[in-house]
T-cell receptor, first 113, second 114 residues
Framework: GENVEQHPSTLSVQEGDSAVIKCTYS??????FPWYKQELGKGPQLIID?????GEKKDQRIAVTLNKTAKHFSLHITETQPEDSAVYFC????????????FGKGTKLSVKP | EPEVTQTPSHQVTQMGQEVILRCVPI?????FYWYRQILGQKVEFLVS????????KSEIFDDQFSVERPDGSNFTLKIRSTKLEDSAMYFC????????????FGPGTRLTVT
């Protein structure tokens, strides 16, 4: 079945710097790739997603890139702010499934003022 | 902004007891999901539900688990006889558009089995 690997597990950046989190997936049939942000004590919040027919998507300071050939996708956060500090999860959903998401292990991002 | 809500936020139960975790999905959503997250581990899919029936379930979702939409607003997860290893954070999610579309998660219920 699908397996999603996420790196790094922790990431510390200075405010204003960029942060990049990378994920790889194993099943080439995966076609939907959301990213979630989880703050302490809260549920995962969808921040951006991308489908397999698109190579890049941007929403203000957040962007996601997808390389189908290499089976990896990345989250890019520019001009980081302390409120970006959280755990970020990538996920993948397989064609033919009922949409169940396979999650990565998460990246704890710390943005230092 | 509409949100998925879950109750209770924390449930403590003894091994062997039955628990029911409750969720109120976003009102115009039709697809519902349960996931769990054991402390320090990945979020894992349990079950998806559409049109009043289970559409997919994982290996974790064995005979001890069941889901129900008893009325037009609630979506419940029942664990019949809890085990220590059922201790986890349980998340409900809902989607307006079904498979391979955005899913919105609730804040979770922390289940502690003693």
């Amino acid at each position: 079945g699908e397996n999603v690997e996420q790196h790094p597990s922790t990431l510390s950046v200075q405010e204003g710097d960029s942060a990049v989190i990378k994920c790889t997936y194993s099943d080439s049939a995966s076609n939907y790739f959301p990213w979630y942000k989880q703050e302490l004590g809260k549920g995962p919040q969808l921040i951006i997603d991308i489908r397999s027919n698109v190579g890049e998507k941007k929403d203000q300071r957040i962007a996601v890139t997808l390389n189908k050939t290499a089976k990896h996708f990345s989250l890019h956060i520019t001009e980081t702010q302390p409120e970006d500090s959280a755990v970020y999860f990538c996920a993948a959903s397989i064609v033919g499934s009922q949409g169940n998401l396979i999650f990565g292990k998460g990246t704890k991002l710390s943005v230092k003022p | 902004e509409p949100e998925v809500t879950q109750t209770p936020s924390h449930q403590v139960t003894q091994m062997g007891q039955e628990v029911i975790l409750r969720c109120v999905p976003i009102s115009n959503h039709l697809y519902f999901y349960w996931y769990r997250q054991i402390l320090g581990q990945k979020v894992e899919f349990l079950v998806s539900f559409y049109n009043n029936e289970i559409s997919e379930k994982s290996e974790i979702f064995d005979d001890q688990f069941s889901v129900e939409r008893p009325d037009g607003s609630n979506f419940t997860l029942k664990i019949r006889s809890t085990k220590l290893e059922d201790s986890a954070m349980y998340f409900c999610a809902s989607s307006p558009a079904g498979p391979h579309n955005e899913q919105y998660f609730g804040p979770g219920t922390r289940l502690t089995v003693t």
